[in-house]
């Protein structure tokens, strides 16, 4: 084999090389695209939005199929939050709430719900969450309704405060829930 055979074949393999690599590079770019319309897809079932803007962001606030139960208690964790941190007994009822929602214990939403629970949500996650509920609540898709998510957030805000059961709502809470009441019903 001459040198000139030699550089031949050698370009010929790098070359096949390149496109082979760029073959890889496309097929797992299609994978992931394909993963990421199914994963919006199975949240637009869960939830009954079919807005394709409004799944990429509960995808940008870090939702997935296997976290996306939890949406309906933001309201809650933001009621919980509302002096600064989380009780014992809020925890308690938000756990009870989860786990009433089908939210097992171990799974990738009880782990979220944890994670929310140590560390307060940043407010922007709230807001927009608050939205994404509003809007998913309007396709009546979902058995609940805004004054079942308001009751939850009364129950929260009244687990832990108060002396002997007097003013267990704090003033932070109170207007919190004010305002949640009026953007899930739609005001």
Known sequence: MTDKDIIAERGRSL??????KKDRELIEKMQRAAATAQARAEMGAMTGLNDPALLEELEGLGFTPDTVGLLPLVPAIQVAWAEGGVTAAERTLLVKLA?????AEGTPADRQLGDWLDQRPAEEVFARATRLIRAMLS???RQENAADLVKHCEAIAAASGGLFGVNRVSAEERQLLTSLAAELKGR
């Not at 070359?15 to 082979?20: C, G, K, M, N, V």
């Not at 786990?99 to 939210?103: F, K, L, S």
Request: glycine share 14%; proline share 0%; net charge neutral.
């Open 15 to 20: 070359e096949d090389e390149y496109f082979r």
């Open 99 to 103: 786990r009433a929602r089908g939210i």
């Open 139 to 141: 396709t009546g898709a």
